[in-house]
C-alpha cells in the first residue's frame, strides 16, 4: 500500500484484519449464523480494490492530512446481519476506522511533522510513519508471525478463505486488483521482519483489537 502525497488512507495488515474478524466470528459466529468463510473474506474485501478511495469511503481524519472511513455511510451501506459478506467488510472497515482515531492518533503525539511513539519514545517524520515499506507497515509485518505463532489467527482460519474473493455485487469491490490476497500475504509472510516494537506493541495491539471487539458487537446488538 502507499500513501498519496497530500491525503491518504492508512490502514491495518491484512492479518490483523484477519485476526479482528475472527476475534468477532468467535464471539458472534454461532448466534447470528455467519458463514465464517464468507464473513473472513469480506474482512480482506477493500484492501483488494483497484480504487481504494471508494472501497474505503474516504473522509477526512482528525488529522486532516490523512483519510479514515466514513462509518455512518459505511453503517447504511453494509451494515446488514443477515449478510455475511457484507457484515464482513463492515468489520474492515470498523477497525480502519477506530485503530487510527481511537489508538494512534490519540494515543501517539503529533507535534510539528513528528509522531512519537508513547511505548518505546520512537520519533520519526509523519513520512516517515506513513512511507509504503518503512514505519507503521513495517511494523505490520513486525506482527504477522507473532499473530501466527501465538494462533490469534490459524492457517485452518485461512484455508476456508477461497483465493479468489467471492463477489459483492457492488462495483466498487469487486473491480479488484489481479494479484489475490494469498499472493500479497505470502510476500509478507517470506519478509522476514524481526520484532522490534517500536511502532506497534503486539500485546497493546491485541488488547486494542479485544476492546475494538467489544465495542463491535455492543454496537450491532444495538440494531
Request: with cysteine; proline share 3%.
Amino acid at each position: 500500500a502507499t500513501i498519496l502525497k497530500k491525503r491518504g488512507d492508512i490502514v491495518p495488515g491484512l492479518l490483523l484484519h484477519l485476526t479482528y474478524g475472527k476475534m468477532i466470528y468467535d464471539r458472534i459466529g454461532k448466534n447470528l449464523n455467519i458463514n465464517k468463510g464468507d464473513f473472513l473474506s469480506g474482512c480482506l474485501i477493500p484492501d483488494m480494490t483497484v480504487d481504494k478511495r471508494t472501497s474505503h469511503y474516504r473522509v477526512p481524519a482528525s488529522i486532516t492530512k490523512y483519510l479514515v472511513p466514513d462509518m455512518e455511510r459505511v453503517k447504511n451501506d453494509l451494515l446488514d446481519l443477515n449478510n455475511s459478506l457484507y457484515l464482513g467488510i463492515y468489520c474492515h472497515l470498523y477497525l480502519d476506522h477506530h485503530f487510527f482515531e481511537n489508538y494512534i492518533f490519540k494515543k501517539y503525539r503529533w507535534e510539528n511533522g513528528y509522531v512519537t511513539v508513547p511505548h518505546s519514545g520512537y520519533i520519526l517524520s509523519e513520512t516517515e510513519f506513513f512511507k509504503s515499506g518503512n514505519g507503521i507497515y513495517k511494523a505490520y509485518g513486525e506482527l504477522n508471525h507473532l499473530l501466527l505463532r501465538d494462533g490469534k489467527i490459524t492457517n485452518d482460519d485461512l484455508s476456508i478463505i477461497k483465493e479468489y474473493l467471492p463477489n459483492t455485487k457492488i462495483d466498487i469491490f469487486d473491480i479488484r486488483r489481479e494479484k489475490t490476497w494469498k499472493n500479497e500475504l505470502n510476500e509478507y509472510l517470506t519478509t522476514e521482519n524481526e520484532y522490534l516494537g517500536q511502532i506497534l506493541d503486539y500485546n497493546d495491539v491485541i488488547l486494542l483489537l479485544e476492546n475494538l471487539t467489544d465495542m463491535f458487537i455492543n454496537n450491532i446488538e444495538c440494531i
